[in-house]
């Protein structure tokens, strides 16, 4: 563990930067048709259930992260090989990132540039940054989240200007029932992009502050969850939910379809910011954990060492998991959701707060009923000096 | 030390290979399309015409030298089988790399329209990220829709401008048409309950002498392009041409009216009042309750009465009165005649299917697949117009009431 300090404002913007960066750029939660946005609610109040049970985990073992924690739950050997599951899967997630930004660069504006390419310059950079360390990063998105909040304020004043928005199309509000509405949040928006905060379990140990952790984490994902469900109101009511099923970038066509008194249009470059700065965040965060978790796992001193090997691995997954575009957002968001996200972000979590709950009051217990005893010998060992 | 000159080699040398240089295409390589067009021959093969900038000529005419010499716009034809097709086959024909990304319109032939439909050719379109969805989409009237990219306009040097030009100052001032991008065709294909409208466009005059450069180098131009009414489609298929105060009936329920002007009779003489509507807002409701939905349109019209041909008192505040419910019927009037005309041709063109829809999803589903048939041309529909008149110029009664008779 490098040691490195976060403060409490810098983990709420990396979480925000973190919800917001895939989530903005694939169509999730068109199951629910006109009602997606209020799936996006209901993930978000899923979303804060499985952030108290991290921070329950947390609170347990405030000093280390998860890798260690879990063999200190379950044990050494069993411990061990989850946290190399866990390990698989912060690098596979930070792979499907990278593919999910590569495919949206490309179909939309480098349609003649290999995938290779571009995966391969957003890696170098991400390695770049993790080898400078968290704080780097953490500062780095102090920055840019200024940026993305002005980028975010003016698309939304465009849009209101230009007069496209048109609520009706959000009518009429549960027309199949909650029923639809409940199994998208179960079966993918709690997952993604919300149960996925789980990887800052491996970001916890380095804030300053850890009374706030828990406020500040909840505040975020509020904060981002409603960002994200008015962002998918207002790519509903602009483009109606038929053009929303067949676009693979719903907001990509949502700003297209800007046009303020005949210049302002074409404004797809507000897009790819706000894409790729959330992009390089959520990667960061993934490539942090999984670089950090090797080496706590492995005994790796310099963790930074692992960056490059870990880097391409990333790359070479990000390309062979997936051989076209509807293969890759098939898997991320009906099949990874149940067999990935539910068993890792979900069960084991709570199985493991239910374990150390168990153990550490067994403790509590044990620490009572030695607490005279302990007494007497220190009263012994002063009487002594 | 070694180690960082060695960094900053290799800094130098990758701005020369990845400053953005993959696939570039410069300006002098690229051919801009201003618009295109959709036809069909004889063998059954979607010809496509492209309208090409001509750069050059477009900017010598506007320092107001070097036109005159060849024409502000080229144009290619090509044929294949599919939208695409024959979009690679004009390539044979170009010298450069054909770029979309200022192409802003989009013609479709009124016999493709009519026979085949415009269902299978959008797709291309819509696909391709070049192409910009906010693309206007017109059909040709009473010509092929290749010959409307191949007159020369005047004013607007590029035709395409031309023709969304003429589109946006109609829908602004009178209504008869309306600004339709091809995500609004698409949007309106694929509801239930709402069926598409285009605007119509035509060429008034001799077809081969509107390709001439003496067609625009005179004051009155032998060719023109004009816009001309609203192509009514039923399930992507062209069944009627509304024209005039139908068209604008489709317009304004549809509430894309900005201003329009409405001429009264009064007192038995023809004409006589001209009222300009400077804001109105229109709602459509569903009343549900009974197996046949009730649709009411409310219409809120506000203006000024612009031109008197007689003696009316305008300072009279009755008499006012009496023109605003005189206007009422007149409105009313005209917007009944393009419902029951609408409903005749079975198309809801209005949305009153998402309307119902949205106000009662249950009985929508049951209504939805017979929707155009059965339901919509038996709707009963009111039509509630409340108009006021606000001002009337800078006169208020008209010099014809001073004049000694």
């Known amino acids: 563990m490098e040691k490195a300090k976060i403060s409490a404002y810098q983990l ?22 006109q009602d997606a946005w209020l799936a996006i609610l209901i993930g978000m109040a899923g979303g804060f259930c499985l952030y108290l049970v991290y921070h329950g985990l947390y609170s347990y073992y405030p000093d280390i992260p998860p890798t260690e924690y879990i063999q200190k739950i379950m044990g050494s050997f069993l411990g061990k090989i989850l946290a190399f599951i866990y390990v698989l899967y912060f690098i596979y997630l930070s792979a499907r990132v990278l593919r999910d930004f590569g495919e949206m660069l490309i179909t939309a504006f480098y349609w003649e540039t290999p995938l290779f390419i571009l ?11 993790i080898r400078k360390g968290i704080e780097v990063l953490v500062r780095t998105s102090e920055l840019l989240f200024i940026l993305i909040i002005l980028l975010g304020i003016s698309v939304l004043f465009l849009i209101v200007v230009s007069g496209i928005i048109q609520i009706s199309n959000l009518e009429p509000v549960l027309e199949e029932g909650i029923k639809p509405v409940i199994k998208t949040t179960f079966t993918q928006t709690l997952y993604f992009p919300f149960g996925e905060v789980i990887i800052f379990a491996m970001i916890f140990p380095y804030l300053n502050r850890p009374k706030k952790v828990k406020r500040i984490g909840l505040l975020a994902i509020g904060f981002s969850g409603l960002v994200l469900a008015s962002v998918i109101a207002i790519n509903v009511s602009v483009l109606g939910v038929n053009n929303i099923n067949r676009s693979p970038f719903p907001l990509l066509s949502t700003i297209q379809t800007i046009e303020v008194s005949g210049f302002l249009e074409r404004l797809d470059v507000y897009y790819i910011l706000i894409t790729v700065i959330g992009v390089f965040f959520k990667m960061c965060v993934f490539f942090y954990a999984s670089v950090v978790g090797t080496a706590n796992l492995f005994k790796v001193k310099e963790s930074a060492r692992l960056s490059f090997p870990l880097g391409l691995a990333i790359l070479i997954l990000s390309i062979t998991i997936a051989s076209n575009y509807s293969e890759h957002i098939k898997e991320g968001l009906h099949v990874i959701t149940l067999y990935l996200h539910l068993p890792l972000q979900v069960i084991i979590p709570s199985l493991l707060l239910l ?18 005893p302990k007494r007497k010998y220190r009263l012994v060992e002063r009487d002594k000096k | 030390m070694n180690h960082k000159w060695i960094l900053l080699f290799f800094i130098m040398t990758s701005t020369v290979f990845i400053s953005g240089c993959w696939s570039k295409k410069e300006l002098n390589e690229l051919a801009l399309i201003s618009a295109m067009a959709i036809d069909k021959n004889e ?34 034809t090509a044929m294949g089988d599919s939208v695409l097709e024959a979009h690679f086959h004009a390539t044979s ?33 819509e696909r391709d990220p070049e192409i910009r969805t906010t693309s206007r989409v017109v059909i040709a009237h009473h010509t092929k829709a290749g010959d409307l990219l191949k007159s020369l306009t005047a004013i607007d040097r590029i035709p395409a401008e031309k023709v969304n030009g003429t ?37 008034k005059g001799d077809i081969e002498q509107g390709k001439k450069m003496e067609n625009v180098q005179q004051s009155e131009l032998d060719t023109t392009l004009e816009s001309d009414g609203l192509a009514i489609f039923k399930e992507g298929k062209l069944i009627d041409w509304y024209q005039g105060d139908m068209s604008r009936g489709v317009v304004w329920i ?39 939905p009730v649709i009411t349109v409310r219409v809120r019209a506000e203006g000024d009465i612009r031109e008197v041909r007689s003696q009316i008192d305008l300072t009279d505040p009755y008499e ?76 208020t009664n008209s010099y014809l009431s001073d004049m000694k008779q």
Do not use: C
């Open chain 1, 119 to 129: 995966n391969t310059l957003m890696v170098l950079l991400v390695i770049y940054t």
């Open chain 2, 320 to 395: 006012i009165l009496d023109i605003e419910k005189e206007l009422e019927k007149e409105i009313k009037k005209q917007l009944e005649n393009t419902v029951i005309r609408t409903q005749q041709n079975k198309s809801d063109i209005f949305g009153f299917g998402e309307v119902v829809h949205r106000s009662d999803p249950e009985k929508w589903k049951k209504m939805k697949d017979d929707w155009n048939d059965t339901y919509f041309p038996n709707l009963k529909v009111n039509v509630k117009v409340e108009a006021f008149i606000r001002r009337s110029g800078l006169r």
């Open chain 2, 93 to 125: 024909k170009i010298s450069r790399r054909l770029y979309h990304g200022h192409a802003n319109l989009i013609v479709i032939s009124e016999e493709l329209a009519r026979e085949e439909g415009i269902t299978d050719i959008l797709d291309a379109f």
């Open chain 2, 167 to 203: 589109l946006q100052t109609t829908e602004r001032a009178r209504g008869e048409s309306m600004k339709v991008t091809l995500q609004n065709v698409i949007t309106t294909l694929t509801s239930a309950g709402k069926e598409t409208v285009i605007s119509g466009f035509s060429i």
């Open chain 1, 355 to 372: 374990i150390a709950f168990i153990k550490n009051k067994k403790k509590k217990s044990k620490q009572s009923k030695n607490l005279f």
């Open chain 2, 254 to 292: 549809l509430d894309k009216i900005q201003q329009t002007d409405v001429i009264l009779d009064w007192e038995g003489q023809e004409n006589i009042l001209a009222y300009n509507v400077l804001r109105q807002k229109t709602k459509v409701s569903a009343d549900t309750t009974n197996d046949l």
């Open chain 2, 43 to 76: 063998e059954g093969k979607y010809v496509k015409t492209i309208q090409l900038v001509n750069p050059g000529n477009v900017a010598g005419g506007l320092q107001g030298g070097g036109s005159g010499q060849s024409p502000t716009v080229t144009v290619y």
């Open chain 1, 12 to 33: 709420f913007i990396l979480i925000v930067l973190f919800e917001l960066g895939s989530a903005l750029l694939v169509p999730i939660a068109i199951e629910a048709n």
